[in-house]
């Protein structure tokens, strides 16, 4: 079964803005701190940003002031709200637990460039 499913991404022009979205399944729970992770070709997968179950929320010093995430307990789905996106913001973005990952999706692209 499909446990946490991104969508959103997409080409786009430095300056644009992306909302991401991810669908967290039932199975495998909402009631958590959840978490934006983003990849690029050739390096680690890191933390963009993460919210606790009760909404108190975090972005890492490259994206603050520009990102915000968000989460909708009744649909359980989680957002990441881009905007000012520059060339170093490309890659592959994922959600997930803050803790304790054992599985990931297939992340949802997003491309900056002119």
């Known amino acids: 079964q499909v446990q946490l499913v991104e969508s959103g991404g997409g080409l786009v022009r430095p300056g644009q803005s992306l909302r991401l979205s991810c669908v967290v399944s039932?199975?495998?729970?909402?009631?958590?701190?959840l978490a934006w992770y983003r990849q690029s070709p050739g390096n680690q997968r890191e933390l963009v940003a993460y919210?606790?179950?009760?909404?108190?929320?975090n972005v890492e010093h490259p994206v603050k002031g520009r990102f915000t995430i968000a989460r909708n307990n009744s649909k359980k789905i989680l957002y990441l709200q881009m905007n000012h996106l520059k060339p170093e913001d490309s890659g592959l973005y994922f959600c997930?637990?803050?803790?304790?990952?054992?599985?990931w999706g297939q992340g949802t692209q997003v491309t900056v460039s002119t």
């Open positions: 997930n637990l803050m803790y304790c990952i054992t599985t």
């Open positions: 039932e199975d495998f729970g909402f009631d958590r701190p």
């Open positions: 919210i606790t179950s009760g909404g108190t929320s």
